[in-house]
């Protein structure tokens, strides 16, 4: 039809994808759940399998449904990239040190008993090659770092289990890979030559990351950073993932195990918070693709067909592996409670299972009907693994009694936050290292934090104004947020934006004069000091105490007139129309 606008597959796509994703996040966090489960949905609507059938007799489904699949793959796979990226980001080489005995024995043992027990019974089952049956169990046997580590973290004892053992399943993708192609029928005589030099490539390409990122990330971002350009902050921080990620994949590794050094490497610098915070949405936004290209491999058609075979494969996959998990957990030591929800919520397939099973196919190992009729189990096996988690969670509380702990060790202390590293800042945190208590310094200058980092302070690099960088730093139980940054409009802005966000939180400020100290208390400051009315109390301390006054009564005489234009101040403020704000703070103030 003549001036009908028809949109490129490509866009057309693009459109359904943000909308989606538009939707999908809002409702499904208003309503509490997790919106992996959504974007499945939304996949399994938009696809192949579902309106994307009609798309012939209703042509206006084209501009709902997804036209190609095959082309969001790479954006899939970008997502997994930035998701062990932001799990690097998360961890650091001291930590991970820590960890070995979990990734290499727990995670070892993990895969070569589920992998091996699974192929075996697979095997007797249906009569496969032994070559068919372990590829089959050792794609069933990884879990889905994808879906797991966003549901439980890295710092509870569920989620330092699941990571351990989703780091030595990363690790496993590549020998198995190569393994396929060496029991292919028509393998090349290279094959495990092929395994060897690899392995001797990718620890060269390791190494060289490691020493390189050492000395060039913290320059890299230093010069970002002095530009005050988010723009340049995250192209910087797309370089680094995507070099590192490339530069595996070149000598046969897979990308993720570059993206996941990068993210190590940048965790050891003063920057990683900031750009945790700025590659946030890039993760969300590609993972949300991946979960839509998962519900878009679900044909129901097929399903309904298969019901019964198809059930019986997905619990008893599901209830096998989150056996052998739990009970490898209680004998190296794990709490019950622990065990068992780290069992189920790991007992479901994972994304690298497709990815296995596609190589099976390829090396003609596995037949595409086996690998099809698996690859819907592994799909389902995904949509269901939010349930599990909740399962999990619901079953540790039976089994223990109570919740499970968090990790002392991993979780974050209780500290007051200082915004500002400046003169100011330094001061309130030597009087908190005086009297022992815990901070950390954000600051948005790297040449102060540098410094302040090569002096002793506990400080890193951040915007306290955008996105939620003091979130990351512990906002919810910090003791007190300290405002000492000499710019008072962001100041007052950042004040209003805590208080409304956190009714009961402690917050003192830095103000400039009286004035900017009443509008700072407006804003909703526990306590706004003004630099004048300071200096004037110390010239007069120094002056009284100089001309012959005892310093008892000075000291009593400058506390009194401190608190008198506090007094005057708050009311200037408004503060006494604020209640229950005030009697925090003199809670506080007596504590």
Do not use: C
């Amino acid at each position: 039809m003549a001036g009908e606008l028809t949109l490129s597959p490509f866009l057309s796509d693009a459109l359904v994808i943000l909308g989606a994703a538009g939707i999908v996040i809002p409702v499904f966090a208003r309503f509490r759940i997790t919106p992996i489960i959504g974007f499945i949905v939304i996949g399994v609507l938009v696809g192949p399998y579902g309106l994307g059938s009609l798309v012939e007799r209703i042509p206006w489904l084209y501009h709902v449904t997804i036209t190609e699949p095959e082309a969001l793959t790479p954006f899939a796979d970008f997502g997994i990239v930035l998701l062990l990226f932001a799990i690097g980001l998360e961890l650091s080489f001291n930590r991970l040190w820590q960890m070995r005995k979990l990734v290499f024995g727990l995670g070892a043992l993990e895969v070569l008993i589920s992998g091996s027990a699974l192929a075996l019974f697979v095997g007797l089952a249906s009569s496969m090659s032994p070559a068919a049956a372990l590829a089959l169990g050792f794609a069933l046997a990884f879990s889905s770092t994808a879906i797991v580590l966003p549901i439980s973290g890295t710092r509870s004892p569920v989620g330092k289990a699941a990571l351990s053992m989703l780091l030595f399943e990363d690790i496993m993708i590549v020998p198995i890979i190569f393994i396929l192609g060496a029991l292919a029928p028509n393998a090349a005589d290279d094959g495990w030559s092929g395994i060897i030099q690899t392995l001797w490539q990718g620890g060269l390409v390791i190494a060289v990351l490691l020493v390189a990122g050492r000395f060039a990330l913290p320059r890299l971002f230093a010069q970002a950073a002095r530009t005050k350009s988010p723009e340049l902050f995250l192209a910087a921080s797309l370089l680094v993932v995507i070099g590192a990620s490339l530069a595996t994949a070149l000598v046969g590794l897979s990308p993720i195990v570059g993206a996941l050094i990068a993210g190590l490497l940048i965790a050891e610098t003063e920057y990683h918070t900031e750009v945790e915070l700025i590659m946030e949405p890039f993760k969300g936004l590609a993972l949300g693709v991946f979960l839509i290209t998962v519900g878009m491999s679900i044909n129901l058609a097929e399903i309904a067909e298969q019901i019964g075979v198809i059930t019986l494969a997905v619990v008893g996959v599901l209830a096998f592996k989150a056996l052998v998990t739990g009970v490898l957990l209680r004998l190296m030591g794990a709490r019950r409670g622990t065990a068992a929800e780290t069992g189920v919520l790991m007992a479901s397939p994972s994304e690298t299972t497709l990815i296995v099973l596609a190589a099976a196919t390829s090396a003609l190992v596995l037949d595409e009907e086996t690998a099809r009729f698996w690859q819907t189990v592994t799909a389902i096996g995904l949509t269901v693994t939010p349930l599990l988690a909740r399962l999990g969670a619901i079953l540790a509380r039976r089994v223990d009694g109570a919740p499970t702990p968090p990790d002392d060790n991993d979780s974050a202390a209780e500290r007051t936050i200082i915004v500002g590293g400046g003169r100011v800042g330094r001061l309130v945190a030597d009087m908190m290292q005086a009297h022992g208590k815990p901070y950390v310094m954000i600051d948005t200058n790297p040449d102060l934090i540098v410094q302040a980092k090569r002096d002793g302070y506990r400080a890193t690099f951040g915007d306290a104004a955008r996105g939620d960088a003091l979130t990351r730093l512990g906002v919810e139980t910090a003791p007190a947020v300290v405002l000492t940054m000499d710019e008072p409009v962001l100041a007052q802005r950042l004040v209003t934006k805590l208080r409304q966000t956190y009714p009961d939180l402690l917050i003192v400020a830095r103000a400039r004069d009286t004035d900017h100290a009443a509008a700072m208390y407006r804003a909703g400051a526990s306590h706004a000091v003004p630099e004048t009315l300071e200096s004037s109390l110390q010239l007069s301390e120094a002056v009284l105490v100089d001309i012959g006054v005892a310093m008892g009564p000075v000291i009593a005489s400058i506390h009194a007139k401190r608190d008198e234009f506090r007094e005057q101040l708050e009311r200037d403020g408004g503060l006494n129309e604020r209640p229950k704000l005030k009697s925090a703070s003199l809670r506080e103030r007596e504590a």
